[in-house]
């Protein structure tokens, strides 16, 4: 099954349909590091990522992993090798923090998008996580937490994302 961002505010899976935000500059086939818009297309997902000191390991057949303070994911278009990918917060490139003092990360899913064959420049860090107010994002894609508990219930590691919005 696959997951569905039809329009600005709807995420629906199978016969679920689940209010959400995205983008602040709405969605791009051409993405930019930075444009604040979400990418269009179809992807895998990553694995779930949750903050441990706040919630409990929730229900899920995706894999989970723990937020670690030391925990960030790379958006420094100078690194090509770690380019949109997880790494430790001690390194010299810039960065988005994981470990967050607000509750956005407290779960995430990374969107597998200019993921496994990189391209400096194109954007990162393009995750699921968490809103209280549906307010635009940087290019994420925001859900309740309350949805998205229902959400990761259902979905696997074999779920897709189409970000199939047209302007």
């Known amino acids: 099954m696959t997951i569905i961002i039809k329009n600005k505010d709807t995420l629906i899976y199978d016969e679920f349909k689940f209010k959400c935000c995205v983008g602040k500059n709405g969605f791009t086939k051409d993405k930019i590091e930075g ?3 979400t990418p269009t297309g179809k992807f895998t997902l990553g694995n779930l990522f949750y903050r441990n000191d706040r919630k409990l390991k929730p229900k899920t057949k995706l894999k989970i992993l723990k937020i ?3 925990m ?5 278009v100078k690194s090509k090798r770690h380019y949109n990918k ?3 917060v001690h390194s010299k490139f810039n960065h988005e923090k994981l ?3 607000d509750y956005k990360y407290d779960f995430f899913i990374p969107i597998n998008y200019n993921y496994h064959k990189t391209k400096l420049g194109i954007g990162s860090a393009i995750f699921i996580h968490l ?3 549906y307010k635009p994002t940087a290019g994420c894609i925001g859900v309740s937490e309350k949805d998205f508990l229902i959400l990761i219930k ?6 897709k994302i189409n970000i199939c919005y047209s302007l």
């Open 86 to 88: 997880l790494i430790n």
């Open 35 to 37: 444009d604040k818009r």
């Open 154 to 159: 259902l979905i696997n590691k074999n779920t």
């Open 131 to 133: 809103t209280k107010n």
């Open 72 to 76: 960030g994911w790379c958006n420094d």
């Open 99 to 101: 470990f967050r003092n």
């Open 68 to 70: 670690k303070k030391n």
